[in-house]
């Protein structure tokens, strides 16, 4: 007796794991890391969508700059209160793993878009923007931030997978295993040493500079992942973690803001060092 092809295929589907799970705690019995890929990837796709309209719509000014960091910034916290789901799951390889494509990916599309408050706050170091301008666009990075969770939260609360019970409500925890000080200077050499070797690797101009970006910054991120957290992004830090449980206000701030940003302020000036100048611009035959 023949089999029919769509049986052929739930068959395929379930020796690779993508179902088989479940039917009573997991949608159609799929595997719950299908469905988190899912929800990252229909993300992406929606603020993809959303930033070619703003780039159709509106010509080069301060609004549409405002409006795509704050896509931006939406979009990168959405995919990463789900990779928490990953990290709990599957753990932090699978994390890191997810965490490094995502990188990539963003670095080929967000443009100008930095989804990062240290980022504008460097350029008004530089001189290339000023006060007030850095301030609307900080300002609409963190909104993108605050907004994130009632987006994840309409996913969650569906409750699709077993991964998902109870997480659209649940009270979050901390991720500051460290003391305050302890964890704002991990932030700030984390971020540190992520910029300057940003700045060093695009001013090589060698190949593959995105991907040795983010892989370098994935595993900072792995490193200080049990200490801080390893955001060493103010924005993000502040939309996944604010007002989570074991830490107050002015700790948040002091760790994930001002450690972060003097971090990322310092390596203005280390990368502008003239001795390391010297020593950045032999790199790009070294990389080669």
Known sequence: MS??????IWRVFKSMGVVGWSKKKNL???NPMFISSAFILLTLALASLLRKTVHKTLSDNLIKVLLLEFLATLELCAACFELIIVADNWGIEAYALSLFLLTIYWSSCWGNASACPYIPMEELVEGSKNLSTVGLIVLSQILGGLVTFRYVQLFWAMELVETHRG????????????????GALIEGVGTALCRITSRTLSDTNAKFVGVLDAFFSTMMV??????????FN???????????EGNDFIEHMVVYWIGASLGSILSVFVFKNQLLQKYFKDMPSKIE
């Open 3 to 8: 089999v029919s092809l769509p049986r052929k």
């Open 28 to 30: 159609l019995g799929a």
């Open 167 to 182: 997480k659209a409500f649940e009270d979050c925890a901390a991720d500051l295993h460290v003391d305050m000080i302890t």
């Open 222 to 231: 792995v490193i200080a992942f049990n200490y801080s957290g390893g955001y």
């Open 234 to 244: 103010p924005a993000l830090a502040t939309s996944l973690k604010l007002g989570c």
